[in-house]
């Protein structure tokens, strides 16, 4: 299957700049141009020219705020593991494409292993954690088996 016309890796590889730009972004993504430019040791308008270059190619996806799940009303989270009852792309596929539009995905990702799927899940209280399970899951003809770990607590890595 040929990349995505977006999809860094369909590109010439990332040179020492590009790198560094990104290193710094994903520590602190609200890095003024100028301050980015100055830590990665090139001119401003290079560096903004640089960091265009990025978005486009898809190296950069996008820049989010990190927000308390509490302050949201969902305090709650767990991660989900999915085991499907067929492996044919068409059902791997549809089945990730159902997933991200679900109430209280985070993200999605498919794994190797015993499970096929990990759901990270925010929800307001282990009650509708459950219902989330059971309706949007266990109901799911796709889905032949569900595992649902919950998280104590989240730090952010550094990586």
Known sequence: MPPEPNDVRSNSPLDEVDRAILTELAADGRLPNNALAERVGVAPSTCLTRTRALRERGAIRGFHAEVD???????????????????????????????????????????????????????????????????????????????????????????
Do not use: K
């Open 69 to 159: 799940p509490a302050a949201l009303g969902l305090p709650l989270q767990a991660l989900v593991s999915v085991r499907l009852t067929a492996h044919e792309r068409a059902a791997v596929d549809a089945f990730r494409a159902r997933s991200v539009r679900l109430p209280g995905v985070v993200s999605v990702f498919h794994v190797a292993g015993a499970e096929d799927y990990v759901l990270h899940v925010r929800a307001a209280s282990g009650d509708a954690l459950r219902d989330f399970v059971l309706d949007h899951l266990a109901v799911d003809p796709a889905v032949q088996h569900t595992q649902t770990s919950l998280i104590f607590e989240q730090v952010r890595g550094v990586g």
